[in-house]
């Protein structure tokens, strides 16, 4: 009998934001992926990467104006580079967990690329903001060489990319010859690295994608049973932040679709979630999402927290 397959989608709470703080992250992570893992299941794990490739964006950039000889990073490098150093910590904390249990698997991170659509309607309206913030003369910079910029009133300008949706997976075929090994993969990470074809060759894009959307491509390309999303959060919750917000303990995707319209999920957080939530149950059988947080992630698998999202 297959075992079953989750897709775990890791979000900042899970990670950290700086180095120090990422690798106690990490650890406290890499016990509850063990558990999973202990308790059968073949796992799959995405993670955010905001705060990485906005400190990389940032330090390389800023390393290129200073040397001589030494050029500006471009995002597809960057995202590259953060998909690297939090792969290796959360690569080297889940080996670490399982070894403490007599579990031997190999913890791989593979380096994901994304196709997007160039003509996707996301690069005529960047949104993403990424790195940190610039005053006038800096932005004029930017602007000057072809990049977005917006203004933040009181904290000054920032650069702004496009957030494209996934396509297809590049490497898709190596992570499910991983996953079909019994072993552990990382992939997608910070949503992967958009990339487009030209020709025989990939370039990379500037821009971000939404790495939920990632998750859930992902879940449905290596056909899991489950698709976890964990946040800051331990529910998707209605009319958010107001006297009479309320929790959700499950939803069916005809609910889901009515709060969507009904605008009650946050374009540039909750909503995305619910989209790749949806768009991975409908495309098979006998399939869930959760959207949970880490401290919930177990009990969320039996049913008992998080917000369940099923198909009826």
Known sequence: ????????????????TNLPEQKTAVARTAKV???????????????????????????????GKQHDGYTCAPMSVCSAMSQGYIGYDLQNGIRAELMTRGIYKSVATILT???????????????????????AEEAKEEEEKGNYV?????????????????????????????????QIVIACGGGGIPVMEQGCYLKGASAVIEKDR????????????VLMILT??????????????????????????????????????????????????????????????????EESLDDKAGTIITEA
Do not use: C
């Not at 309320?246 to 619910?274: C, H, T, W």
């Open 1 to 16: 009998m297959a075992k079953k397959r989750i897709v775990i989608a890791l979000g900042h709470h899970a990670l950290g």
């Open 33 to 63: 992926i063990a558990d999973f893992i202990q308790s059968g299941w073949q796992v799959a794990v995405t993670h955010s990467n905001a705060p990485q490739v906005g400190m990389i964006h940032t330090a390389m950039n800023e390393f």
């Open 113 to 135: 690329q994304m196709m997007v659509n160039p003509y996707d309607e996301a690069f005529y309206t960047p949104m993403k903001p990424i790195g940190r913030f610039m005053s």
């Open 150 to 182: 917006e203004e933040v009133p009181g904290k000054g300008f920032r650069r702004v990319v496009a957030s494209p949706k996934p396509v297809s997976i590049v490497e898709i075929d190596i992570i499910k010859a991983v996953m079909d090994a019994d």
């Open 214 to 225: 990632a998750a859930g491509l992902l879940a449905k390309e290596i056909d899991a049973d």
């Open 232 to 297: 800051n959060v331990d529910n998707v919750t209605l009319n958010f932040g107001k006297p009479e917000a309320s929790p959700i303990g499950r939803m069916s995707i005809k609910e889901a679709v009515a709060y969507i319209e009904d605008n009650q999920f946050e374009s540039a957080s909750m909503l995305p979630k619910i989209e790749a939530s949806l768009d991975f149950i409908e495309h098979g059988r006998n399939r869930k999402a959760i959207i949970t947080s880490l401290e919930k992630a």
